[in-house]
């Protein structure tokens, strides 16, 4: 492959948040090139905001309906290869749906879809399909997740045997929807956000650094879920107990209403033999627990050798020059784009850009919001989760 991958993004445009952090991060390797969009609700905000991406007007649709049936008639060498969906999640399953039959890889934000039912339908295309998707559960591409994660599997620290895992932010502590903040609109709207809110929101990143850390499923909860804030159509608290499938148990909270947090992911896993603890506003740190011996400080740096292989394939940097949310998010398109170009040839895809979040990781947080939303109804009942 001697060329750049071509990037459609659906969503994005003017005033949103997400898209503008994707842009980045599928630049920083210099993989990847934006080619066309349709990057609003509004189609004349939709063209006016690719122009500002210095896009040719003709690739600046007014919808992604548009998109797919333009794209469609370019010739192979200027179509774009990929579409990434940073839409608000009712706006999830319908382009990814049109971009799989149509025959593009997908890169689509979490939660995947408005429904388990859409995300199993994804699942399922994708599987029939071969293409490529990543769900940008974002904080699984940190060097330092990849790092425990790999820990884990060797089994330095034993069979697991706990986990706790958090994620509180106080942005919707108050009724911030009312004053028509858009990302706080469509987020507390069941309409657009699905059965949940902050446990979608969030949880699901919670949930699946959870998963992914320590490989283990979550196989059944019991939650306790609250709507704080008056008025409020969705949840945004829930406090989560977790049963895992090698016998493990955790705790999982989730909050929007954690006034003054800001984005306070952190985990904590324990084995027989000892632990590990990671926090994500200090995502170069890692500290390493052991019963009978002092704690160590793991540090992520392209000269720290006792990072893995698979950390070290994922940083740029050396240690004390820190690398963040960007490149965390860089390495799920690093990875992705890789993968893609691999398939584009015509070969297999070398397993180590195979580490991105994929439709399944997708479907599990649907799982999870629906097992999360059935137990809080209940009144705190155990749910499986399958
Ligand atoms: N991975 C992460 O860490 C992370 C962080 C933030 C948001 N997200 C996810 O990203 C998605 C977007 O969130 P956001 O905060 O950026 O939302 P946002 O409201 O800031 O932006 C959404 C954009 O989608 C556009 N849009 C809506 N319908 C459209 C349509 N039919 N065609 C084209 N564009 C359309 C809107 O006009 C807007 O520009 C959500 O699913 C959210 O859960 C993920």
Redesign the pocket.
């Known amino acids: 492959m001697s060329r750049k991958i071509r990037m459609g993004m659906?969503?994005?445009?003017?005033?949103?948040?997400?898209?503008a952090?994707h842009r980045h991060a599928a630049g920083l390797d210099g993989q990847v090139e934006l080619v066309c969009g349709?990057?609003?609700?509004?189609p004349e905000?939709?063209v006016a905001?690719g122009k500002d991406f210095y896009l040719p007007e003709d690739r600046c649709y007014r919808?992604?309906h548009e998109m797919f049936e333009k794209e469609a008639k370019l010739p192979a060498d200027k179509r774009m290869d990929f579409v990434t969906i940073?839409?608000?999640?009712f706006?999830?399953f319908e382009?990814a749906k049109l971009a799989l039959e149509n025959g593009y890889h997908v890169v689509c934000?979490?939660?995947l879809s408005f429904s388990l039912d859409e995300a199993l339908q994804l699942e399922a295309l994708v599987k029939k399909t071969g293409l490529t998707f990543a769900v940008?559960?974002?904080?699984t591409g940190y060097p330092m997740v990849k790092q425990a994660r790999e820990m884990i599997k060797e089994g330095v620290f034993g069979k697991i045997r706990k986990v706790v895992v958090e994620y509180p932010q106080g942005w919707l502590s108050t009724p911030l929807e009312q004053s028509g903040n858009?990302?706080a609109s469509?987020?507390t709207d069941p309409k657009r956000s699905g059965k949940a809110g902050a446990v979608?929101?969030i949880g699901t990143?919670a949930e699946n650094l959870a998963e992914t850390i320590t490989g283990l499923k979550i196989t059944e909860l019991c939650a306790d879920v609250s709507r704080m804030v008056s008025g409020r159509l969705l949840d945004d608290d829930a406090n989560i107990l977790l049963r895992f499938d090698n016998g493990a148990k955790g705790v999982l909270h989730c909050s929007q209403i954690a006034a003054g947090e800001e984005n306070a992911l952190n985990i904590r896993v324990y084995g027989e033999k000892g632990g590990l603890e990671w926090h994500q506003m200090e995502p170069n740190t890692m500290l390493v627990k052991w019963l009978d011996k002092p704690t160590q400080v793991y540090r992520v740096g392209g000269d720290r050798a006792y990072m893995g292989a698979v950390a070290q394939a994922n940083t740029r940097t050396p240690a004390g020059h820190p690398e963040g949310y960007l490149e965390a998010?860089g390495n799920i398109y690093k990875n992705f784009a890789k993968t893609v170009q691999a398939r584009i040839d015509g070969k297999k895809p070398d397993p180590v850009n195979l580490d991105f979040p994929t439709v399944e990781d997708g479907v599990r947080g649907m799982k999870f919001i629906d097992a999360v939303i059935e137990s809080g109804d209940a009144g705190a009942k155990w749910v499986k989760l399958n």
């Open positions: 659906v969503g994005g445009g003017r005033g949103a948040f997400i898209g952090i349709a990057f609003h609700i509004d905000i939709s905001s919808t992604y940073v839409t608000p999640n706006v999830h382009p934000e979490k939660p940008t559960h974002t904080y858009q990302q469509w987020r979608g929101d990143h998010f």
